[in-house]
């Protein structure tokens, strides 16, 4: 990593020197209080799957200092991770897990106090291109692109990953503050106000703009992705908690490195179990868990998340009255790193690996959830439409599709898609002006999903 931590040099120093104390018990009772987001899907692997899998249970030390200890485990679930800031100011939480924005917020807030800091020991997941963050409007409304909701009411949950997105996306459009009028609203106050068509435009983070796609009440008209920066979440923890039990923290990332595991290891189990625990349906999960999804779980510290997370922390600057933040001080690598030795991973490895979805999903299947049969997989778009115009016309019971963006390459619902028929060549996109683009380069047609399919139906 490219910076030295002297707040963390004792810190170091504890983790190493616990072992020399072996022989001493804590017969204290261990306060572990964490605030998660059971519905962001990039919060999963440190909140919900820990929880209900009790996985944390499980990696907490029992022996040696702590071999009399006793463990107070809570779980607070909140809408956003504002208030999850606010509880561990209060030192009502000692871990949080929150997104990017969230995130530089959290550590700012806390170096602006005299004695208090927190600590960013750990990420979750994240898509390197953005996406994950998106901005929705009422299905039927005329707006398409973001140039669009100047003069309009747009909605999001200040203080959370898809505000500080929505801030970034405004002033790359050159759309200032006064251009449009704000208005903070939770993610499920915004997403009803988008099914009434009470509100012209709402920002929100993962998987709300996909909830509100699948239920049809809403469309995209501008993904995360197009700011270029990466999203991704992590976990914070309290200094003093850390300094005083530095195995625990540990603890939880390995954890949080399980879940991650559990995931990959069978993401439609995982999913449908998921579902229970949230209320997310399962195919909205699976948009963002399955291979190809839009999550790239992992753990380590990457020097392209503190180069996101600076520049995260100057697009604040710009429009809030953010405090400094001193990212040297604030992140440092060494719980991580202790979680994945005692795991008998290769931290170094895993941190130079990172997916990009325009790579690493090109030639991916196309897929079908059929309600009874499951999911199966199509190796290409005309294999896909012709299977679909069979399923159709049996009158068959499907749970979604999925495509991917002939642009970005991220994993897209067939239906949500705007789909270009360019000779005998189809191809999906996530956003239509990219659509009519290619169709205008490629002399082809927009289409919908549905003329898509009809043109795949056999006669007789």
């Not at 499980?58 to 779980?75: F, M």
């Not at 999911?375 to 991917?404: C, E, H, I, R, W």
Request: hydrophobic fraction near 40%; charge should be negative; aromatic fraction near 10%.
């Amino acid at each position: 990593m490219r910076r030295v931590n002297s707040r963390l040099t004792a810190l170091a120093a504890t983790i190493a020197l616990s072992v020399g104390f072996a022989n001493q018990a804590y017969a204290e009772k261990i306060r572990i209080a964490i605030g998660h987001q059971s519905m962001c899907t990039d919060t999963y692997t440190a909140g919900i799957v820990i929880k209900e899998m009790k996985l944390l249970e499980k990696h907490l030390p029992k022996t040696g200092k702590y071999a009399d200890a006793e463990y107070d485990i809570s779980w607070s679930d909140y809408s956003s991770g504002g208030p999850i800031t606010n509880q561990m100011m209060a030192n009502k939480l000692n871990i949080g897990v929150m997104g990017d924005y969230p995130l530089i917020v959290n550590g700012a807030k806390f170096q602006e106090t005299e004695s208090l800091r927190t600590l960013y020991v750990a990420g979750t997941g994240y898509n390197l291109k953005g996406s994950g963050n998106a901005i929705v409007v009422p299905v039927d409304s005329d707006i398409y692109s973001i140039d669009q909701l100047a003069g309009k009411e747009v909605s999001t949950p200040v203080g959370s990953a898809a505000w500080g997105m929505l801030l970034k996306a405004m002033q790359d459009n050159g759309i200032a503050s006064s251009d449009y009028i704000l208005k903070n609203q939770s993610p499920a106050v915004g997403a009803a106000n988008i099914a009434a068509g009470k509100i012209d435009a709402h920002s929100d983070f993962c998987p709300w703009s996909e909830l509100m796609e699948y239920r049809g009440t809403g469309r995209k008209i501008y993904d995360g992705s197009e700011t270029g920066i990466p999203y991704l979440h992590g976990v914070v923890v309290r200094e003093d908690f850390s300094s005083k039990y530095p195995e625990v923290v540990t603890a939880f990332i390995k954890a949080v490195y399980e879940a991650g595991e559990w995931i990959r290891a069978d993401p439609m189990q995982a999913v449908t179990l998921m579902e229970g625990w949230t209320g997310v349906e399962k195919e909205v999960l699976y948009l963002y868990f399955s291979k190809g999804g839009h999550l790239t779980l992992d753990p380590t510290i990457k020097d392209a998340w503190i180069d996101a997370l600076a520049f995260d922390h100057t697009v604040l600057e710009k429009e809030k009255a953010i405090p400094p933040l001193d990212l040297n001080e604030w992140i440092t690598e060494d719980f991580v790193k202790a979680a994945y030795s005692e795991l008998g991973k290769d931290y170094e490895a895993e941190k130079a690996d990172v997916v990009d979805a325009e790579v690493a999903n090109k030639g991916l299947p196309n897929e079908i959830w059929h309600s009874r049969d499951g999911v199966t997989t199509y190796s290409d778009v005309p294999s896909f439409l012709t299977a679909m115009a069979q399923m159709t016309g049996t009158g068959a019971k499907l749970n979604a599709t999925y495509v991917y963006d002939s642009e970005t390459g991220l994993k897209l619902f067939g239906k949500t898609a705007f789909w270009v028929k360019s000779g005998e060549s189809y191809n999906a996109f996530l956003r239509k002006g990219e659509a009519e683009e290619f169709a205008a380069r490629q002399s082809g047609e927009l289409i919908d999903f549905e003329t898509a399919i009809a043109n795949f139906v056999k006669e007789g």
